[in-house]
């Protein structure tokens, strides 16, 4: 059975995931590059592990054709200093959501693109809403949401739809699965080389800095 609608905490929530970059497919004239903005990889959230659908049916991408999709600094919405540009394409190809981002002329626009450029700065964050989930057990059994024990370690929560909301480029990056357009498709990849040993570090205190802010906050990121 599938949740028509969030519920409780679910329903308030801004998820956001957050992805490795590589900067290989820049279009100096233009100030474009072209990303992978999610795989649907598993992510560990405080009600149980949580994993997106990645077709063209399960994501809604309406925004690009009314207000825009707006690419900004770590999620920080509370400026228009914190834009730092926008997303003019996006495509699902081969079980991966792809877009391309096209940075501002302003100050911080362009400081972003030169930093990601230079490989200075490494990681997008995408933020969206569930607008459907499917709730599995550890075994892949349906749960019936009505009886679901909200926080048991073994569930499978599936956004069946989302809604793309934004594109946030941070300073760490947690999914190795994803990233910057290359010149092999990045989603034919079978693995990337594994993060050196501070990194792996790093990104797991992230990680748990995370899980416990969304125990406290109805509004998490990763």
């Known amino acids: 059975m599938n949740i028509k609608q969030d519920r409780g905490l ?11 970059l590589l900067p290989t497919s820049f279009d100096d004239d233009a100030h474009t590059v072209e990303a992978i903005l999610s795989m649907g990889s598993p992510v560990q959230r405080f009600y149980g592990i949580e994993s997106l659908r990645i077709t063209s ?8 054709q009314t207000t825009g999709i707006p690419v900004i600094d770590s999620h920080q919405q509370t400026s228009i200093d914190h834009a730092l540009g926008k997303l003019t ?41 569930v607008l459907e989930w499917a709730v599995q057990d550890g075994d892949g059994n349906i749960i019936d949401p009505d009886h679901v024990r909200w926080g048991d370690d073994d569930l499978q929560f599936v956004g069946n739809k989302w809604e793309l909301l934004e594109v946030s480029i941070c300073a760490v990056a947690a999914d190795p699965h994803s990233g910057f357009h290359h010149d092999t498709d990045l989603a034919d990849r079978a693995y990337l080389p594994p993060l050196p040993p501070h990194l792996v570090d790093i990104v797991a205190r992230v990680m748990a800095r995370q899980r416990m802010v969304e125990r406290m906050n109805i509004i998490g990121h990763d």
């Open 89 to 129: 394409d996006a495509w699902v190809s081969k079980g991966a959501l792809y877009g391309v981002i096209k940075f501002n002329r302003t100050d911080s626009g362009m400081r972003a693109e030169g930093m990601i450029k230079r490989g200075e700065l490494g990681g997008v964050s995408v933020g969206y809403r």
């Open 10 to 20: 679910l329903g308030l929530q801004l998820s956001t995931r957050l992805l490795d």
């Open 57 to 64: 049916d399960a994501i809604d991408l309406s925004r690009m």
